[in-house]
């Protein structure tokens, strides 16, 4: 009685399989034959533009990274920074204060730190290092602050046009750009198919998955699980 019953079901399945195979070939082979006849498209390019809209290069540019990519702050942050150097320097010499860690202190009050001269020597040393640090990244980061500007004007501009529906694919990473019409009518092309959907006014989802438990339920039973 099972064996029929697994037999019917994996016809079944295996209908569906081939189906859904022979799509993802026809899907392969389009794509596969549009990236052949057009020079300007590249297979291994992460991003895929169906679209009629034809990408800038900045437009690429600010696209590669994906639709999960954000861009950082790029202000240079003092505090964290003197914070940051003087961590590092007080765990280099220890404790060097009159007080503990623990001890209270006035919110305005100053540390003092009773150095050596030696001591002395290198803080100056590890200032010096810091500040020019400090400038170096400004400056590093005032030019991706630049290039950042162009990214962000380019995603706006992508984002007002609204012949366009930008998403991701199905499977893997990347950027799948497609005529918003288009994907309109796709959609409702898959919906509208009866063989693979249908509409109902309610929510079968307990009732198939207690009918599947008592079904797990019984094969256990016979011990064919």
């Known amino acids: 009685m099972f064996e029929k019953i697994f037999e019917k079901l994996i016809l079944k399945k295996s209908k569906n399989w081939i189906v859904i195979h022979n799509r993802k070939f026809e899907s392969l082979r389009t794509e596969y034959n549009r990236t052949s006849d057009d020079p300007n498209i590249s297979s291994t390019d992460l991003i895929k533009n169906y679209s009629k809209r034809k990408l800038t290069s900045q437009e690429h540019a600010a ?26 320097f007080v765990s280099l010499l220890g404790r060097c204060t009159d007080k503990y860690d623990w001890e209270e202190k006035d919110i305005d009050e100053n540390t003092i730190y009773n150095l050596t001269p030696e001591q002395l020597q290198y803080a100056a040393k590890l200032r010096s290092i810091s500040d020019r640090f400090k400038r170096n990244a400004i ?37 799948v750009i497609l005529d918003l019409n288009e994907y309109i009518n796709k959609m409702h ?37």
Do not use: M
Not at 145 to 155: A, Q, V
Not at 194 to 212: A, V
């Open 189 to 225: 092309e898959i919906l509208n198919d009866w063989s693979t959907f249908k509409t109902i006014n309610h929510d079968p989802t307990l009732k198939k998955e207690n009918k599947l438990k008592r079904i797990l339920c019984n094969l256990k039973k016979r011990g064919f699980l």
């Open 139 to 175: 400056k590093e980061l005032q030019s991706y602050k630049n290039n950042h500007k162009e990214y962000l004007s380019s995603l706006r501009k992508l984002a007002q046009d609204k012949s366009i529906y930008i998403t991701r694919p199905d499977k893997g990473k990347g950027v």
């Open 63 to 88: 696209l590669i990274n994906g639709l999960d990519f954000v861009y950082h702050n790029l202000s240079f942050n003092d505090k964290d920074f003197v914070r940051s150097v003087e961590t590092f």
